[in-house]
Nanobody, 129 residues
Framework: QVQLVESGGGLVHAGEFLRLSCAASGSTFSSYHLGWFRQAPGKEREFVATIALSAVGTYYTDSVKGRFTISRDDAKNTVYLEMKSLKPEDTAVYYC??????????????????????WGQGTQVTVSS
């Protein structure tokens, strides 16, 4: 019962900074775990980052650790992905996703697409060299 809309994508040069936003309607973000995935041209969708409800934990894929930061502002029903030192290989469509907490989750559940209940439409990020 939540709708997600991403924004903030665009065209930047390698080494620059970009911040993505995902705003929710229909429900409140405070009740969900929130994540970001991306899909590069010719590749499958992959996990990027997740932040648990109440910000009790954050998780990142190895390729973005130290460069990307996920955060949430539940008062604004918004989740962010700040990306610094961008590389051409970061070029992809970025999607936000939400999942309702449950009693049983597999190990490293945040990496698994089927664990998420709601998805946004995606926003394009292009990094030129």
């Amino acid at each position: 019962q939540v709708q997600l809309v991403e924004s903030g994508g665009g065209l930047v040069h390698a080494g620059e900074f970009l911040r993505l936003s995902c705003a929710a309607s229909g429900s409140t973000f405070s009740s969900y775990h929130l994540g970001w995935f991306r899909q590069a041209p010719g590749k499958e969708r992959e996990f990027v980052a997740t932040i648990a409800l109440s910000a009790v934990g954050t998780y990142y894929t190895d390729s973005v650790k130290g460069r990307f930061t996920i955060s949430r502002d539940d008062a604004k029903n918004t989740v962010y992905l700040e990306m610094k030192s961008l590389k051409p290989e970061d070029t992809a469509v970025y999607y936000c996703a939400a999942t309702i907490p449950g009693p049983e989750r597999p190990p490293q559940w945040w990496r698994i697409q089927s664990q998420y209940d709601y998805w946004g439409q995606g926003t394009q990020v292009t990094v030129s060299s």
